[in-house]
């Protein structure tokens, strides 16, 4: 002890404290509770205690992959963190879960998708270019035949993707375009589950479409063309032709500014469909060609109907087509074209009819653009078009202005020295078919027309003259083209180039026939024997069926006689004026008829006898120009008795011009 240092008294330590006891749960063992515990002790080692369950309990096992939503989400996020540094375990495994087919015993459940889905809305900032192959995975997944809730949620995953990634804009629009296309129907689904109508899904498609181009309008350009990769080929089935050209109509609804594409490109896939039918045609024998139209079904059902009996008679062609002969089934498949023809061209019918018939002008006036944009870029540059013009028959003839609108356009493409030939006389046989066929087309544009017609062969025929040798359709071919459609025009429409009786009192100077029968507006007849007993000798060179059929009528009605000239014409060959001789030094001397060259064909030196509005025979759209078209109705007293050429033997003797010549001597200038 050490001592106080002021008392020097020694000073006592302080007394140890004792610990203070913390309060406890834990109650004081007692004798009771070593009776309890020796009694719960068991009596041997070996023995167990019985465990009872409770049967009440409902006991789930737990699917591996449905996690909760949050978990998901954290799931996704991780795993494409470590896809960024390489790691594809977990990257793999989320790909895995929509390239798995729905039937598929390991598919994943609806709640899995919907969670998984959500989590990828989430992470969107995270799927760049670098995870294009989950993007894919999920583009490809089976998504558009699911419940309502998971295709909205889905459609929002896509609107998100190509906002926050535009690279994926084409492949999104692919995939929707790709359903227009070609509807899942019954394919994708789970057993069990009930199939989604192939309307349905494509009405879908059109409201994912809808919201995508509402949040990226410049996405328009880039769907355009899909649009036209994803056209179904030539070969494809009614149905799909019919689907797309209507699903094509519709995304016209919702994207106006897609318009004149959509409808340029229907146009172009129908000519090409048109000219291959006519082309297959030609290509058959006659008597195997000429009746496939004749014999296609009155399709006098709906369209919808129509089709639904396709899809059921599409199961009994493979075993059936092994047995058909070759010919008849070359038949078969031009009858499928022209019932694709057929219900492509009722469906652009129904599309421009409201446009022409309706109120607003505005509307009329960008349908006319069109259609006329797609006559001088699609239809007019393409041979033998049969059927696709129409369109712009039926409705050029919906007003005055609209005809008068029409033939001044085949005017002006038929003179436009900047054009191909081959598109001016095309043009040409346009206005000419027009004018003759149209039961809208007035009298007097059919004199107009005649009238600048026979002006313009009046200065052909002063440039071509002087230097013409013979009929040669190598170096003259417009003057050709346009005197053709002038026979044409004239066999169809001569009762319009008649004077009636006030033009016939005004006007002192009308030739009047030695029958006082037909009398004609001046100059009708001055400009057909002018121009046909002309250096040029176009008889020669006209396609011998319209030649033929003028010959008739013009005899008939006492407008001009020239079957002593088609007889004449009988002995010329066109190759003494054209070919490989027009490089020689004796070009202007004949060429001596051998019986090689005898037997050599002259059609290839002459014009067709295209006209592009002859006769409309599909059945179902034909309704459309009934009211609209002029069939061709013989003249009384010549073509009722069936007697083609009454007084042409008469003639025989008039006819001895000299062999070899190319032009009549008694022309008339």
Not at 67 to 89: N, T, Y
Not at 395 to 422: E, M, W
Not at 550 to 565: E, P, R, S, W
Request: hydrophobic share 35%.
């Amino acid at each position: 002890m050490a001592p106080n240092p002021r008392t020097g008294e020694p000073v006592l330590p302080p007394p140890a404290k004792q610990p203070v006891r913390r309060p406890t749960l834990v109650r004081k063992r007692d004798d009771t509770d070593s009776g309890t515990d020796r009694a719960r002790t068991p009596s041997s080692p070996s023995k167990r205690l019985k465990v009872s369950f409770d049967n009440d309990i409902q006991v789930q096992v737990m699917d591996d992959w449905e996690k909760a939503p949050a978990i998901v989400r954290e799931e996704v996020r991780r795993a494409l963190e470590r896809h960024a540094r390489g790691d594809d375990s977990a990257y793999d495994r989320i790909k895995e879960i929509y390239t798995t087919k729905p039937a598929a015993e390991d598919a994943p459940s609806s709640t899995t998708l919907r969670n998984y889905t959500a989590a990828l809305v989430s992470s969107i900032s995270g799927l760049d270019r670098s995870c294009a192959g989950l993007v894919h995975a999920v583009l490809q997944s089976v998504w558009i035949v699911r419940d309502e809730d998971y295709v909205a949620l889905f459609s929002r995953l896509l609107g998100n993707l190509v906002s926050a990634q535009g690279v994926y804009l084409g492949d999104v629009l692919r995939m929707l375009v790709g359903h227009l296309a070609d509807a899942l129907g019954r394919d994708g689904l789970s057993p069990g589950e009930s199939p989604v109508p192939r309307s349905q899904i494509q009405k879908r498609a059109h409201a994912a479409l809808r919201y995508l181009l509402r949040l990226i309008p410049s996405a328009s350009g880039v769907l355009s063309s899909i649009l036209t990769s994803l056209f179904p080929h030539s070969s494809a089935s009614k149905r799909a032709h019919v689907d797309y050209v209507q699903n094509l109509l519709k995304v016209i609804e919702y994207a106006p500014e897609l318009q004149a594409d959509a409808l340029s490109l229907i146009t172009e896939r129908l000519v090409k469909i048109d000219v291959q039918v006519q082309v297959d045609l030609e290509d058959l024998a006659d008597d195997v060609g000429d009746g496939v139209v004749q014999d296609i079904p009155n399709l006098k059902s709906g369209l919808s109907q129509d089709l639904d009996d396709e899809d059921e008679s599409e199961d009994d062609t493979d075993s059936s087509d092994e047995e058909i002969d070759p010919d008849a089934q070359r038949a078969k498949d031009i009858t499928t074209n022209v019932e694709k023809l057929d219900c492509i061209l009722d469906i652009l019918f129904t599309y421009y009819e409201p446009q022409f018939t309706g109120i607003s002008v505005r509307a009329r006036d960008i349908a006319l653009d069109i259609l006329f944009s797609q006559f001088t870029t699609i239809i007019l540059p393409t041979y033998r078009s049969r059927h696709t013009q129409f369109l712009l028959f039926h409705f050029a003839q919906t007003s005055p202005a609209l005809v008068d609108n029409f033939v001044g356009a085949c005017v002006h493409y038929a003179f436009d020295k900047g054009r191909p030939a081959i598109m001016r006389q095309s043009a040409a046989a346009y206005l000419a078919s027009f004018v003759a066929r149209g039961i809208h087309v007035p009298s007097q544009i059919v004199r107009d027309v005649f009238d600048y017609l026979g002006g313009q062969l009046t200065i052909y025929r002063a440039e071509y003259e002087s230097s013409c040798r013979g009929p040669d359709l190598r170096r003259y071919s417009n003057y050709y083209s346009l005197l053709q459609a002038l026979l044409y025009i004239f066999c169809f429409r001569w009762r319009d180039l008649e004077a009636g009786p006030e033009e016939q009192a005004d006007d002192e100077d009308i030739p009047l026939s030695d029958n006082l029968e037909h009398v004609w507006i001046p100059g009708i007849k001055e400009t057909l024997t002018q121009n046909i007993f002309s250096k040029l000798n176009p008889l020669k060179v006209c396609s011998p069926a319209i030649v033929n059929e003028f010959a008739k009528i013009a005899n008939h009605l006492g407008i001009v006689y020239v079957f002593h000239l088609l007889e004449t014409n009988k002995r010329l060959r066109l190759s003494q004026f054209s070919g490989p001789a027009s490089q020689d030094l004796t070009f202007g001397i004949p060429e001596r008829e051998t019986a090689l060259s005898g037997r050599k064909d002259e059609r290839y030196q002459q014009l067709d006898e295209y006209f592009p509005f002859d006769p409309y025979h599909l059945p179902r759209s034909k309704r459309w120009v009934e009211g609209d078209y002029r069939e061709w109705k013989g003249i009384p007293g010549l073509h009722e008795d069936g007697d083609a050429s009454g007084s042409e033997d008469e003639e025989d003797e008039d006819s001895d011009a000299e062999e070899g010549t190319a032009t009549d001597e008694e022309s008339v200038d």
